[in-house]
């Protein structure tokens, strides 16, 4: 009886000693693995492409000066009034292309002979204004001339000679024509203001 007490008091020890001796494992185990890879690529092209339209191009075609290579030269009808002779000198183009003229031409009396000039050359006239005129070919231009006659200065003041013609420069031209005057035409051979010439106009009449 005694034994079975003392089995029966050693019991409850031996289960708290087996309560007390267990073991207790908690394993928790977090594995977070974030991997956050943005690529951005960002490409901005932006080619502008201007195409010019085609240009417009004017030919421009360039009218030469009138020389004597273009030119003939004659003398229009005169016209007298009042101790002085009108008339036109026509300048007509015998070329085969266009040129032009603009301004006064150079004139003045020549000698028989020599072709010298005789007494002072022609004052340019204020009427008509300095124009351009284009003279297609076999069109006329010309430059109206007044001549004083000789026998308005006097003897002494003029000392007339007998001339052949005129010396005629056109306008802006270092090369001269010599057009015929009628026969027995006379001039004044010192410097007294006896010719004057207008800028050349179109047409025939100087006017």
């Known amino acids: 009886m005694p034994r079975r007490t003392a089995l029966l008091a050693a019991l409850p020890l031996l289960l708290l000693t087996t309560a007390c001796s267990g073991t207790a494992t908690s394993t ?13 690529t960002a490409t901005a092209t932006a080619t502008a492409t201007v195409t010019a339209s085609p240009s417009s ?6 009218v030469t000066r009138c020389t004597v290579a273009h030119l003939t ?4 009808p005169a016209d007298g009034t009042a ?10 183009n015998k070329g085969s ?18 072709s010298a000039q005789v007494g002072a050359a022609a004052a340019h006239s ?7 005129v284009t003279l297609a070919p076999g069109a006329k231009a010309s430059a109206l001339l007044r001549t ?3 026998g308005n200065f006097g003897a002494s003041a003029c000392a007339a000679v007998s001339v052949r013609g005129l010396r005629v420069y056109p306008p802006g031209s270092t090369v001269s024509v010599i057009v015929a005057l009628p026969s027995g035409s006379k001039a004044c051979s ?5 010719l004057s010439i207008g800028a050349v106009v179109a047409g025939s009449t100087g006017q």
């Open 28 to 40: 928790a185990t977090t594995t977070v693995t974030a991997t956050a890879t943005t690529t951005v």
């Open 57 to 62: 191009t004017a030919t421009v075609v360039s």
């Open 73 to 76: 030269l004659t003398l229009g």
């Open 83 to 92: 101790g002085s002779i009108y008339r036109p000198i026509i300048f007509t």
């Open 97 to 114: 292309s266009t040129c032009k003229l603009a301004g006064h031409p150079g004139v003045s009396f020549v000698a028989f002979g020599s």
């Open 126 to 132: 204020a009427q008509p204004p300095t124009t351009t």
């Open 148 to 150: 004083v006659d000789y």
């Open 190 to 194: 010192t410097m007294v203001s006896q």
